[in-house]
Each structure stands twice: as structure tokens, then as C-alpha cells.
């Protein structure tokens, strides 16, 4: 049997010593934070629920077994053709591989002692190379069935020079090149809103290593008019916005960068364009919005697709006073405590939407994200002439970071309570952007990154629900001493000091009349499904995974879910729903078949 878990909220109380239930977060100058919320149960107290989803493992593949890492990260499906296209970034130069996923043979996934399916059936019929008609990185691809189109985003090599939109006809046997457009800077992510109307794309605009250049984030829409691709595109930036820094900052949009520090012979001055880093694109289902994650900043844009008007909206900070977390990776295992002053920056990447009763709701995997930037020096005396920070021979020298562990940091008396060592909190990486309210050296408030969990927000950003602890807590209950593992080696509690589990990858899907999220850890692995049919009552549904955990052990199985594609019964080759990961570390591509169990009696 596959590795699979379901969790029912009575186990996790007695292995955990609380409820799952969240408690009301906080409002003020930090930013808007509504509920966190409530996770339900299938069942009835004390009585073990069971899962209404039946979840197995039908299709896998590896692409570059070699050397697999980057081999499989951003994944879409052509509906016409039951294609998976994969972004296969592990070799010199970007290329797309396309695997037909028309028919599963099960019998192949061979499971070893442990349970962990390592074999394959499924295998790349088509290599796209990208370089042939488009210069540069490959960061994202989308699909859009009504004019049978491609879109690759393709980063420049160059900081500062624009990425294009490489597109394809996928409408005969392979894939034909038609033209690149040309986008913003670092363009990360694209998507098709789901009439095939418009490209949108989130440009990220990350600066150089020494912040010589630090292109403006922006985002880009691309018209398609009767399956013709406008030759340029609408660019939509920021700069309304570069006086009201203030202003974002009581709304909890985060800024970190070495404004007014000299730099390799450049005197840093950083806008409020040049700052934000737009991550993630989501289309609202009647395609009158785009939902924009802008991760390093905490913050949300929303583009009314209808005038291109702009609009950027602060995602305040979760308060971990009433929540548990294992903050140390050093303190002998699973240790869950709550620290009255803690914050977190939900700091989204993977972002999605869905309607109820006619509204649009957006649902965003808090990953969290730090800022780390080096440049080429000689040496440390170089580096430190230079106006480096800090010299590494492998890196180079540290021009920026944001980050620190707490037991570096001075805390004001208020943090009296606990021990800034390796066995309480101090091992924990926050922020030093953020917390020293009054400039004296001390940290009244602490900001961690991410907040280790999902969070549905309505369309004015105001939280409808937050996961609150879900995420550790029932990882904790499931894998024991092998909890917040790293992606690459089977060493427990090696991430509590940091992320965590680390939610990523994020799709959400129809199943009969029920609407369900699933959430991808990329630390652990794992896949946590969510009832999200009505924002108001969530329900934790389920977790499954497939990776070794033995201490000590090789890494085996599906490592680091990066991108996910949810696909409907009736578009499935199974007559199933699917959900297909494209894995990081593992470049494998896992095809999960997701049945429901008859009928649906929830509430």
C-alpha cells in the first residue's frame, strides 16, 4: 500500500495535546488579520472520521534519472490529447518534455520494503527545445484548450534585460513555435485567464547579486483576439505606488533591501516598484480579476482585467500567541509551544481562486521567503572594501540578507518568558527588517517567514480562514521523529527552525459538488487536502505522500511538489479525477487518481 495517512482530529488532540481549533488573530497597524479559523472532522467527536476520497498512486515518471533535480518543477495537462507537459530545467539548457498520460499501467509501480513507489510507467514521447526560437531560463508553463496554445515564460540571462512569452500551436502532432512576446523583467509565472482571452504574467524583477541593477516587478497582459496573439504586451508596474511606502507598511506589505548602503561603488536606492516581486497569477472564475501573489513583500495585487486598473493590498501577519509551532531544530524532536510576540508573513507563493454564492475568494499557500544576495569578489578583504556583508568561498560575497536567527538578536523584556537558545526559540529565522519598534536595538515583535500554513482571503484581502497549526501538527502525528524533514535527506526536525513543512504547490479541484484544495509541502513531500465547498466551514480531509523516511536513508520516492494541475473526471483517462505533481528534487512527475467514495454526506 502506498504511503497514505488520514488523520482524524481525536488523534491529533491526544498526540498533540490541543485542538485543532484556531483563535482570532490581530488587528491594527500590522496589517488586517481576521480568523484563523476552524478545522472540522468527517465524524463525530472522539470517533475516528474517514477520508471521502479514495487516493492512489496511478502514474509516474523521471525525468533525467541522472541527475533528476529541476528535471520536473512546473507541470500543465492538455486536455485534447491527455498530454502532461513538464519544464525539465536539470540540464544545460531548458527543454519541455511531454508524456502522454492516455492510459496507466498500475501493475509497474512497484512498491520496495518501505512502501515507497520508486518505479515508473509513464515516459517523455516529445522533447521541446526551447532555445531553438527563445534565448534565456524557463520559469513557467501554461495551456489554454480554446485556441490550443502553449505559453513558456522565458527569463533573460541577462538581470535587467525583458523575458519573453515563447508561444506554441499544441493543436497537431507537436508543438509549433509562433512567436515570443516580449514581457517584464523576470517573468515567473504565466497563465491563461480561462476564456483563452489574455495572457497574464506575474514579472518578478529580481535585482543582481550586488543590486547594481534591481529591475521593477510588473505584470503583463497579453491580448488574444480570435486565436490571434497581440505582437506586444500591456504592461502593468507599480510606480503609482513608489510615495506610499508608509502607507503599504501599516498594511503589512514588507520591504527589505539595502536602501541607502553602498554597494560594489553603487549607492543602492530602492522604489517601492523596484522592491515588489510579483510571484504567482490566478484568474477569477469569471475572468474579470487576476490575483497576483507578491511573495518577499506579504502582499496581494488584484488587476481588473476589464480596465487594467491596479490595486495592492498588505496581507498582515498571523499571530503565533495562540498557535503552536516546533521553532528549533535542535531540541531532541517535536516540540510544540506558543510565543506571545511571534508573527508570521504569510508570504504566499502558489496562489489560487474560487467562487461562493457569486463571490470570489483566493486561496494562497503561505510558503514565507527570505532575501539573500551575493557578488563576485577576489576575496573576503574584497568583499568587505566592496561594502559586502560577509565573504563565502562558495557563494561569494554577501551583498544583502534579511534574515537572522533570534538568538542573534537583542529582545526586549516582553520576550522575558522564554529561552533565546537552541532548545526554545532561538534557532528560529525572522526577519531584522521588522519588530525593533523604536529603533533601540531591542525586538519587541518577532516576524518569521511564511506561516505554515494555507489561508482563503476574500476579495478586500481579509482572512476567511487560516489553516492555523494543521500543517505541523498533523505531520507530527503522522511521521514522529522524521517531522519537518528536508526535501533531500532523510533528517527529522531539520526545518522547524525555518519553515517547516514548507506549503508550496497548491491546486484546488471539483469532485462531485464538492470543491477541494490540496496543498504541497515541499519540505516533507506530502499532499494535505482540504473541503473548502464553503470558505465559512473548512474541513481537513486528508494528507497522503510518497517518500521514504528511514533516518540515515537515501531519499526515495516524490521529493519537493513544485507545481500541481488538478484534472476533472471528464477529462481523466481513468474516469477519476487527477492530480498530477511535478517534484522538484525527485524530477518525477506523479499522476495521483482521487475517487470519491460514492456519495457525498458530509453536511
Known amino acids: 500500500m502506498f504511503k497514505k495517512s488520514i488523520i482524524a482530529l481525536s488523534l491529533i488532540s491526544v498526540l498533540t495535546g490541543c485542538s485543532l481549533d484556531g483563535d482570532d488573530g490581530q488587528n491594527g497597524s500590522q496589517g488586517l488579520q481576521g480568523e484563523q479559523g476552524t478545522t472540522g472532522t468527517n465524524g463525530i467527536n472522539g470517533v475516528n472520521a474517514n477520508s471521502v476520497l479514495n487516493i492512489s498512486l496511478v502514474g509516474r515518471g523521471v525525468l533525467n534519472a541522472q541527475s533528476p533535480e529541476g528535471a520536473a518543477e512546473i507541470v500543465a495537462y492538455q486536455v485534447s490529447k491527455k498530454w502532461i507537459y513538464a519544464i525539465n530545467s536539470s540540464g544545460d539548457d531548458a527543454v519541455i518534455n511531454i508524456l502522454p498520460a492516455d492510459t496507466f499501467d498500475t501493475a509497474a509501480l512497484v512498491k520496495d520494503n518501505e512502501g515507497v513507489i520508486s518505479a515508473t510507467n509513464l515516459t517523455s514521447v516529445i522533447t521541446l527545445s526551447l532555445k531553438e526560437h527563445t534565448q534565456g531560463d524557463a520559469n513557467s508553463i501554461a495551456i489554454d484548450e480554446n485556441n490550443n496554445l502553449l505559453a513558456v515564460a522565458m527569463a533573460a540571462k541577462n538581470t535587467g534585460d525583458a523575458g519573453q512569452i515563447a508561444f506554441y500551436d499544441i493543436s497537431g502532432d507537436s508543438p509549433v513555435f509562433i512567436k515570443n512576446v516580449t514581457v517584464g523583467f523576470l517573468p515567473d509565472m504565466v497563465t491563461f485567464t480561462h476564456d483563452g482571452a ?22 503583463s497582459i497579453i491580448d488574444i483576439t480570435n486565436n490571434v496573439i497581440a505582437d ?23 520591504f527589505a533591501n539595502p536602501n541607502g548602503r553602498t554597494i560594489n561603488g553603487n549607492l543602492i536606492n530602492t522604489t517601492v516598484a523596484m522592491d515588489l516581486e510579483p510571484e504567482y497569477v490566478s484568474i477569477s472564475k469569471d475572468n ?21 486598473s491596479l490595486e495592492l493590498k498588505g496581507l498582515g501577519f498571523k499571530d503565533w500567541s495562540s498557535l503552536q509551532l516546533d521553532a528549533s531544530d535542535k531540541d531532541g524532536g517535536v516540540n510544540f509551544k506558543s510565543y506571545p510576540g511571534l508573527y508570521g508573513m504569510y508570504q504566499p507563493d502558489t496562489i489560487s481562486s ?23 569578489t577576489t576575496d573576503e578583504a574584497d568583499c568587505i572594501a566592496k561594502g559586502g556583508l560577509d565573504y563565502d568561498k562558495d557563494d561569494g560575497c554577501l551583498a544583502y540578507i534579511d534574515e537572522s536567527r533570534v538568538e542573534d538578536l537583542t529582545l ?24 525593533d519598534t523604536n529603533n533601540d536595538g531591542q525586538y519587541e515583535s518577532l516576524y518569521a517567514y511564511g506561516a505554515r500554513s494555507f489561508t482563503i482571503w476574500d476579495s478586500n484581502g481579509l482572512v476567511v480562514f487560516d489553516s492555523g497549526d494543521d500543517i505541523g501538527r498533523i505531520t507530527a502525528s503522522v511521521h514522529g521523529e522524521a517531522f519537518n524533514n528536508n526535501e533531500d535527506e532523510n533528517k527529522g526536525d531539520s526545518r522547524s527552525d525555518d519553515k517547516g513543512a514548507e506549503p508550496e504547490a497548491l491546486t484546488i479541484g471539483k469532485i462531485d459538488d464538492r470543491t477541494f484544495a490540496f496543498i504541497g ?20 480531509e486528508d494528507y497522503f505522500y510518497n517518500r521514504g523516511l528511514i533516518k540515515g536513508a537515501n531519499i526515495t520516492g516524490d521529493l519537493a511538489p513544485e507545481g500541481m494541475v488538478f484534472v476533472p473526471a471528464e477529462q481523466s483517462a481513468t474516469g477519476n479525477p487527477l492530480l498530477i505533481v511535478g517534484n522538484e528534487i525527485s524530477g518525477s512527475i506523479a499522476v495521483w487518481e482521487i475517487a470519491s467514495k460514492l456519495t457525498f454526506n458530509l453536511k
Open 232 to 254: 506586444t504586451a500591456i504592461n502593468i508596474d507599480f510606480k503609482a505606488y513608489n510615495n506610499k511606502q508608509a502607507e503599504l507598511e501599516a498594511q503589512g506589505v514588507v
Open 288 to 308: 474579470k480579476y487576476a490575483y497576483v501573489s507578491i511573495q518577499e513583500n506579504n502582499a496581494l495585487a488584484i488587476v481588473n482585467l476589464q480596465d487594467n
Open 521 to 540: 509541502l515541499e519540505r516533507m513531500g506530502g499532499i494535505m487536502v482540504y473541503d473548502i465547498t464553503n470558505p465559512y466551514n473548512v474541513q481537513f
Open 198 to 219: 489574455k495572457a497574464v504574467v506575474a514579472n518578478e524583477g529580481e535585482p543582481s547579486g550586488d543590486y547594481s541593477v534591481d529591475p521593477e516587478g510588473s505584470i
Open 354 to 376: 474560487f467562487s461562493w454564492k457569486g463571490a470570489n475568494f483566493i486561496v494562497t499557500a503561505n510558503e514565507g521567503d527570505a532575501r539573500e544576495y551575493f557578488f563576485d
Open 412 to 435: 526586549a523584556a516582553n520576550f522575558d518568558y522564554l529561552n533565546n537558545d537552541d532548545n526554545d526559540i532561538g534557532r528560529l529565522k525572522v526577519t531584522t527588517i521588522k519588530g
